[in-house]
Structure formats: structure tokens, C-alpha cells
T-cell receptor
């Protein structure tokens, strides 16, 4: 069964460093998302991406964040200068059509120290 | 009830009993709703969805009920099994087209007693 895959599963980084979280969405999907989940809290929307551009972003997704789909297969989230409060699980999701279910990856646990 | 900080509401049920998990959503314009299950250390896993033109949808052992009048969504799990133990989130699809996104509820922990 096709699935969304994310790497790495766990990333530890020092405050101020740049991190890139990687995702491979399901191959025939057209809509891509990043969400995050701070420990014990609900899943929060960060950004959506369609047709090679950002279609929607939340207040969390400030200038420190960027997304790319560099090669038609990978979908990356970059945090330029990490802060302690960026520590969370980051989930990539994709869906085939507008009103279809979104499939989530297993997540990357980002720990900023 | 509402959860604060790290403490999610917990529903404890006996194995074999039916479970009902409730959710209140906020946006009356939302047209699509999904229930997700999240096991420890994993991503949300799709369980069942329902569109706003329906009030009930059944899957295998699960039923979702939608009451648009009071903006309430519920998930019923029949004959609950230990493998059903997880955190359950309802999500509403907000926005249209490429601008749509999922807004998640706070989550409820389902604990199944053997």
C-alpha cells in the first residue's frame, strides 16, 4: 500500500542551526502539507503546497520556514534558524484531490537544544 | 471535556463494549470531516470521513455521525478491541480548493481494558 515516508525519524539540532525535513508523498497525489504537533497537543497546520507553490500558510509559518518540491518526488521543509520552541513532531501529508482524505507520514521528531 | 496542556480527555472502555468519541467543531462552513487515529510515535491514520451533505456514514466497525445544527461529530466503534487504544482526533476541512486545510480537534485518548 502506498504511503508517505519521512526522513529522518528523529533530528536533534542546536538552536540557531538550519534543519531540512524530508518527505516523499504518495506518487499520484497533488496536494502536499506540513503539520506539526508539540508533545501532548493537537496537530497544527503549517503550510499547504499545490501546483509548485504555497497555497496557504499559518501564522506559525514565518520567514524562518520554507518548503520546496525540488525534483517532483521529494517535498522538504526547511527551518533556517531553529528555536527551542520549534521542538515538535513534524508531519508531512498528501492527498490526491481536493476533498479526499489526507495521508500522513510517520513524522520527524525535531529536538532543538 | 476540554483538555489543558498535556492532559487529554480519556475514555476508558471494556474490551468488547462499544465506544463513542465526541467532537465539537467550530466552522459552520466546513464541508468535510475526518476522524484520525494516532498511536504513540506515529502519524495520524485515516479512519473514516463524512461530507456535510450526510449525517451518518458506516465503515467496518466504525460509524461517524454528523449533526450540523449543533456542530457535533461523533465516532462510534463497535466491539472495541485492545488495538483500538490510541488518541483519536476529529478534523474539519476548512477553506476551498488548494487553500483548504485540516483543522484538528484536541484529541481524546481511548483506553481499552482487557
Amino acid at each position: 500500500e502506498p504511503e508517505v515516508t519521512q526522513t529522518p525519524s528523529h533530528q536533534v539540532t542546536q538552536m540557531g542551526q538550519e534543519v531540512i525535513l524530508r518527505c516523499v508523498p504518495i506518487s499520484n497525489h497533488l496536494y502536499f502539507y506540513w503539520y506539526r504537533q508539540i508533545l501532548g497537543q493537537k496537530v497544527e497546520f503549517l503550510v499547504s503546497f499545490y501546483n509548485n507553490e504555497i497555497s496557504e500558510k499559518s501564522e506559525i509559518f514565518d520567514d524562518q520556514f520554507s518548503v520546496e518540491r525540488p525534483d517532483g518526488s521529494n517535498f522538504t521543509l526547511k527551518i533556517r534558524s531553529t528555536k527551542l520552541e520549534d521542538s515538535a513532531m513534524y508531519f508531512c501529508a498528501s492527498k490526491r484531490g481536493m476533498n479526499t482524505e489526507a495521508f500522513f507520514g510517520q513524522g520527524t521528531r525535531l529536538t532543538v537544544v | 471535556g476540554e483538555s489543558v496542556g498535556l492532559h487529554l480527555p480519556t475514555l476508558s472502555v471494556q474490551e468488547g463494549d462499544n465506544s463513542i468519541i465526541n467532537c465539537a467543531y467550530s466552522n459552520s462552513a466546513s464541508d468535510y470531516f475526518i476522524w484520525y487515529k494516532q498511536e504513540s510515535g506515529k502519524g495520524p491514520q485515516f479512519i473514516i470521513d463524512i461530507r456535510s451533505n450526510m449525517d451518518k456514514r458506516q465503515g467496518q466497525r466504525v460509524t461517524v455521525l454528523l449533526n450540523k445544527t449543533v456542530k457535533h461529530l461523533s465516532l462510534q466503534i463497535a466491539a472495541t478491541q485492545p488495538g483500538d487504544s490510541a488518541v483519536y482526533f476529529c478534523a474539519e476541512n476548512v477553506g476551498t480548493g488548494a487553500n483548504s486545510k485540516l483543522t484538528f480537534g484536541k484529541g481524546i485518548t481511548l483506553s481499552v481494558r482487557p
